[in-house]
């Protein structure tokens, strides 16, 4: 299926892509998987040394990495040059600290030596989304790298110039060819190539039915899998929480890159005491959203990346209206400009059987759920099939973090932003997906643990 680069604040075609065809997949397949054994053979100051060049070639085209991604996916140009950052220092990370990661440990047993020894798979497939076009890419593929794997990038449809722009990368900084490739494809190729015998692992940030399809595939061809699929998280605001502080980081972490994020809070779960203050306070820094051009910095709202998702998204308010949800703000798409832009929404009255509830709202939409207490706010925290990340505002750190061990979900934070950092792992439970990336688990995601006995 051809692959359309089009721009989501203008609704305009900027170029056209055919996808690779079988011959092209399997050039690309056998440079990797050539690739694979003389890269794991390398050093560690030679794969970690190609990191740290990537993270200054990163930084150094900060900015025109940043305008396409904005004007191919929509997202501000502010949020995109920070993505770039962080691409760069995961890069920075693993270069630094990947060797420790991958250090044998000894072990108690009755050999001489006793030691568990992290090699290389292989050949990664990573299947990545567009919402962080190139962060999801690099989360991915610089611990697979740095422990010694090969990385082939089937990349989002819509998000082609970025998935070439990241090969290209690598070309620059003359990374050994097969080492990472960008495979143009579509999803009726991908079932192929993840069964190819030469492909050692798969690693999917996607949606949950995507994540079902894949999971089956790989299981079936007996492939690791890393999943990283949708997420619903808590933001739970207990009586004794700074407010005000509360509800400024609720507009940052609902709103940034227009809702659209997996680790977004979606469900502002809000104790009955505290509740119209903090509703008052969230609306008013959601309504004051500016919809406009995405690579203008004074704009503050990016349209969504595709009508679509806009259209869907549409339709999940107004379900959740009809089951007797109330909007305090906003609830319809911005038709006065060209684009696919929503505006910012906040819905009341939020509770059980509406998609507002229960379904991941991908976009620039909060869902507010008025609870008695704190034993009903983890309740309903945990009331959902998703498991990716969550919150808790609260005066008293040890309350906080009392009920953060509580959450069923991969990462808790305590009065503060849901985010991922090249330091923590990151992953989730239940229908958000399995594995981990990032920090010593990312890198030990795709490695053979193997025990060596010496007598």
């Known amino acids: ?22 011959a092209e997949v399997e050039e690309s397949l056998a440079q990797s998987a050539a690739a694979a054994p003389r890269w794991a053979a390398e050093p560690f100051t030679a794969r970690g040394g190609l990191l740290a060049k990537m993270a200054g070639h990163l930084r ?20 995109a040059e920070g993505e770039v950052e962080k691409c760069a220092w995961v890069c920075d990370h693993y270069a630094e600290h990947g060797q420790a990661y991958l250090e044998d440990e000894a072990l108690e047993s009755d050999g001489s030596r006793n030691l568990l020894a992290y090699q290389p798979l292989g050949t990664v497939l990573a299947i990545m989304p567009w919402n962080f076009p190139l962060w999801q890419v690099f989360r991915c593929a610089a611990p697979a790298i740095a422990a010694g794997n090969t990385v082939l990038l089937k990349h989002a449809s ?9 090969e290209g990368l690598f070309e620059d900084i003359d990374a050994p060819p097969g080492v990472f490739r960008s495979l143009l494809m579509g999803n009726e190729q991908t079932g192929d190539v993840i069964a190819d015998p030469r492909i050692h692992g798969v690693s999917l940030t996607g949606s ?16 690791k899998l890393v999943l990283e699929l949708g997420g619903s998280d808590a933001f739970v605001v207990l009586e004794d929480a700074d407010v005000a502080e509360a509800a400024r980081v609720a507009v940052q972490s609902r709103f940034q890159n227009c809702g659209q994020s997996c680790i977004a809070a979606k469900r502002f779960i809000v104790v009955d005491a505290v509740a119209e203050e903090f509703i008052n306070r969230f609306v008013k820094g959601a309504a004051a959203l500016e919809a406009g051009d995405p690579l203008d910095d004074d704009t503050t709202l990016a349209p969504m990346a595709r009508e679509d998702l806009r259209d869907e998204l549409h339709r999940q308010v107004q379900d959740s209206v009809g089951a007797g949800a109330r909007v305090i703000t906003g609830g319809t798409a911005i038709d006065d400009r060209p684009g696919w832009y929503y505006a910012p929404t906040v819905l009341d009255k939020v509770k059980r059987g509406m998609p507002a509830y229960h379904d991941e709202l991908f976009g620039p939409v909060a869902t507010v759920i008025r609870v008695r207490d704190e034993a009903d706010a983890l309740n309903v925290a945990n009331d959902t099939r998703f498991g990716l990340g969550g919150s ?33 792992p ?30």
């Open 1 to 22: 299926m051809t692959q359309r680069s089009i721009n989501p604040a203008t609704a305009e075609q900027m170029e056209v892509f055919e996808p690779l065809g079988r």
């Open 60 to 79: 150094e085209h900060r900015h025109e990495l940043a305008r396409l991604m904005s004007r191919e996916m929509g997202k501000l140009v502010g949020e």
């Open 158 to 166: 819509n998000v082609p110039q970025c998935a070439l722009a990241i």
């Open 208 to 223: 949950e039915a995507a994540g079902r399809k894949v999971a089956a595939l790989a299981g079936s061809h007996l492939k």
């Open 392 to 424: 808790v505002w609260t005066g008293d750190a040890t309350r906080g973090e009392r009920f953060a061990r509580r959450m069923a979900c991969g990462s808790a934070f305590v009065n503060g932003l849901v985010k991922s950092d090249p330091r923590l």
């Open 426 to 455: 990151f992953g989730g439970i239940k229908d958000s997906g399995y594995g981990r990336e990032l920090s010593w688990l990312g890198i030990r995601e795709f490695v053979n643990a193997k025990t060596l006995w010496i007598k």
